[in-house]
């Protein structure tokens, strides 16, 4: 069965709301969480980087103010888009890391912005 | 910087069809590359990798093999199921922590 969580799978939102995706590790601790986006037919880019209980490390061309981390404990990290907009519809993905450098994805959550 | 580039699907294969997925990289110095497999509805998982030229990876009957004088890491099967129909990335790394995609090839095999 899946080890990382991530929720919502897919979710539309109106232009100008703040939709969160939760990423969570089921049974072990992410000392690490990344955060990717894909744009269709397009490779998968790094957005952010994140260690428990610090700051996230951003991406060159990824806007800090608008998408927000968090990574406050060792099971969960989210990502918050801000007053999205249609530009910032995409599928963006997780990917938790532990202390032995073993990688889990999450299945992903397609972000529809009307 | 580095990149991957990787055949564009989707590929469409009658059971028990020779696979080939191409990929080639741009990178300096000497990075492991992989292969992730994900299936409809859950993440991405590895299927195999290479850490230096000329390492062959193979899982589940998936083969690809380092080769840095054409800068490629090629997936093979020589007999695909229904049960392989997936997305397909081939990705490197430079550190054990920040991949680069290739941008996915949707594989479909039918019975």
């Known amino acids: 069965g899946a080890v990382v969580s991530q929720h919502p799978s897919w979710v539309i939102c109106k232009s100008g709301t703040s939709v969160k995706i939760e990423c969570r590790s089921l049974d072990f601790q992410a000392t690490t969480m990344f955060w990717y986006r894909q744009f269709p037919k397009q490779s998968l880019m790094l957005m952010a980087t994140s260690n428990e209980g610090s700051k996230a490390t951003y991406e060159q061309g990824v806007e800090k103010d608008k998408f927000l981390i968090n990574h406050a404990s060792l099971t969960l990290s989210t990502l918050t888009v801000t007053s999205a907009h249609p530009e910032d519809s995409s599928f963006y993905i997780c990917r938790a890391g532990t202390e032995k450098n073993i990688q889990y994805f999450g299945a992903g959550t397609r972000l529809s912005v009307l | 910087g580095d990149s991957v580039t990787q055949m564009e699907g989707p590929v469409t294969l009658s059971e028990e069809a020779f696979l080939t997925i191409n990929c080639t990289y741009t990178?300096?110095?000497?990075?492991?590359l992989f292969w992730y497999v994900q299936y409809p509805g859950e993440g991405l998982q590895l299927l195999l990798k290479?850490?230096?030229?000329?390492d062959k990876g193979s899982n589940k009957g998936f083969e690809a093999t380092y080769r840095k004088e054409t800068t490629s890491f090629h997936l093979e099967k020589g007999s695909v199921q229904v049960s392989d129909s997936a997305v397909y990335f081939c990705a490197l790394s430079r550190t054990d922590y920040k991949l680069s995609f290739g941008a996915g090839t949707t594989v479909t095999v039918r019975a």
């Open positions: 290479a850490t230096k030229a000329d």
């Open positions: 990178a300096t110095g000497y990075p492991s």
